[in-house]
């Protein structure tokens, strides 16, 4: 805007120089010249708009040159770059090229070279052929002589291993003849004492250990109010066959621990020889025998009357010996009816008790199989040693022990 364009507002106020009246411009004489200042105002304010339009297109056009200017220099600096590369690479290629030709030249010359050493390797090759050779001749008939002498060694040595092989057999299938006996008692006696300890939840179920005397089950016979009525001494036979011995050991073995009954089971064919046929359990010499088929049955009636006499000795004290009030009560004819009524029912329980039967016959086939497995494993050793011997040694007459599969 320039110094002689006036802007005012119709609103301004002025006072006259004559009266000293003040009036606002837009009152009066001064409209027109509000018009007018309005329309040079107008004019002025375009007029403006067109210098600073003016000066801002001169700026542009400034920067743009500058602008154009630098990339310029740029594009200028990137030739030359350029150019100083593409140079650079031209000199490498030209002695990369120059590098190969003499590779080659080296190569070719190698190539000569190692054709020259394989001929000359190969020809020291035959002489060395030649005198090992002779040399192996030289040593032929040594080497036979010490393979000779080493076969011979190697056949004693093989023949001291067979022997102790077979008599480590021999000590074994004994050993596994034993241990399979002692197993069968084993399985016997862990199913009588899981019996007892099902069906006499009150009574204390005793296991008498390995090697120690006094049978093989103690059974110590408890009331309900948790006094002791007497002891059971058990004594389990798994064999073939009867033995008298049985009852004298058993009565030891009753006088050692202080038992009041001593019962020994047995299988069905280990029975004492004057018991008829089917006959299940009986006293013989004293001592109760019985199969296990009906051994829990008859620890049932013999621990009642074990109960019945301990009432009777606390009914009436000093009425005898112990021992004597129990053999009375053992021998009188209500006991005997009470047996005969047990009796009876042996035959429904049988069937679970031969489920029993089944369950342990099948625990002790299993570990008779597995004894088995160890007699094949020890055979097949011995096939092995008589293969590798052939000829050289007798054959091995190996039997495994009673039972065993082949």
Known sequence: MSADSLLLLPATRVTCPACAQEFSLEQGFAKQALESVAAASASALAALKDQERTAVDKQAQQLAAEQAKAAQREVNDLQRLLKVQADAHDKRLADSQAQLKTLRDEQLALREERQKLKDEKDALALDVRKQVDAKLAERVLLARTQEQEQARLDKAELQKKLDDAMAQMAAMQRKMVQGSQQLQGEVLE?????????????????????????????????????????????????????????????????????????ILV??????????????????????????????????QVLRSGLLDVHKQRLISAGKGEKMEAVYDYLTSPQFAQKLKAVYGAFQKMREELEAERSVTMQRWARREKQLQSGVAELLGVAGDIQGLAQQELPALELEPPPGTVS
């Open 190 to 262: 862990l199913a009588i004492e899981d019996a007892l300890q099902r069906a006499f939840p009150l009574d204390v179920i005793e296991e008498v250990k390995k090697g120690a005397r006094g049978g093989d089950i103690i059974q110590r016979v408890t009331s309900r109010s948790g006094q002791a009525a007497g002891v059971v001494l058990w004594e389990t036979k798994r064999a073939k066959d009867w033995s008298p011995a049985w009852i004298s050991k058993l009565k030891d073995d009753m006088r050692g621990c202080g038992a009041d009954i001593g």
């Open 266 to 299: 047995s299988m069905t064919a280990a029975i004492p020889k004057e018991w008829v046929e089917g006959q299940l359990f009986g006293l013989h010499d004293d001592i109760w025998v019985t199969t296990w088929s009906a051994a829990v049955q008859l620890a």
